[in-house]
């Protein structure tokens, strides 16, 4: 893709390096461009929220990663009462923070495609390196329930409150979409398939963020056992601002 007008290509990835199976993502393969970025057995958002008793879900990249055929392949699923997804990471070239590789303004943009799968969701968002949350924000795109439909979410604080935007385009997952998030310092702008969803200017969020493909569990209930099937991404390209 290359660097586009106000931006620089500091992060490029199609999967082309060869095949890698379940269990062995990053890897030597891959392991220089990502990063599991959590340890199986994390808990996932969800299991950090739930009752001590209720189903357990967390993020388990030995048992939900590989590479075949040019694609990321999530395999969502659940086991022995467990439910599994996993979060990984770009490392960025030219990244402005370390360890993170994070960005304050950027250009993030992934071609996927999610089977409908209720109970299982995506959270594809930046996080900000301070982890202070919601002070410094969060930028969700895509997110939702793998059985609804996409939205993007921009979170911040309002006078002291947290706040969300949400930007609804109406399409539901199954099919292969594009989705890119501009973050400028004028606005948070969300692109669905090359079409603008809207611009957030709520909150002005400014301090660096990290890109994480968090796919997880919506909540501790859900999804129901025999749920099960796979989120795959084709690319990943990111830009700074130049």
Not at 123 to 150: C, N, Q, Y
Not at 206 to 216: D, K
Request: proline share 7%.
């Amino acid at each position: 893709m290359g660097d586009l007008p106000g931006w620089r290509q500091v992060f490029v990835e199609d999967f082309a390096e060869g095949d890698v199976g379940t269990g062995g993502f990053p890897g030597p393969v891959y392991g220089t461009r990502w990063s599991a970025n959590y340890a199986d057995g994390t808990p996932d958002t969800a299991a950090q929220q739930q009752n001590k008793g209720e189903r357990t879900s967390g993020y388990f990249p030995s048992k939900v990663l590989s590479v075949h055929d040019g694609v990321l392949d999530f395999y969502l699923h659940s086991e022995n009462g467990v439910v599994m997804g996993a979060a990984p990471s770009p490392k960025l070239d030219g990244a402005s923070q370390r360890p993170y590789n994070s960005l304050v303004y950027g250009r993030y943009s992934v071609r996927f495609k999610a089977d409908v799968l209720p109970g299982f969701k995506l959270a594809w968002l930046l996080w900000p390196d301070s982890k202070r949350w919601p002070e410094d924000g969060e930028i969700d795109f895509p997110e939702g329930d793998l059985s609804k439909l996409i939205y993007a979410a921009v979170h911040g604080v309002e006078n002291g409150v947290h706040r969300w935007d949400a930007l609804r385009p109406e399409v539901p997952y199954g099919d292969w979409h594009i989705a890119t998030t501009e973050w400028r310092a004028d606005g948070i702008e969300f692109f669905l398939d090359g079409n603008s969803i809207g611009v957030s200017r709520s909150f002005g969020l400014n301090t660096p963020m990290h890109y994480i493909l968090q796919t997880e569990s919506c909540s501790p209930k859900c999804p129901l056992p025999e749920t099960s099937g796979h989120v795959l991404v084709d690319w990943v390209s990111i830009w700074a601002r130049s």
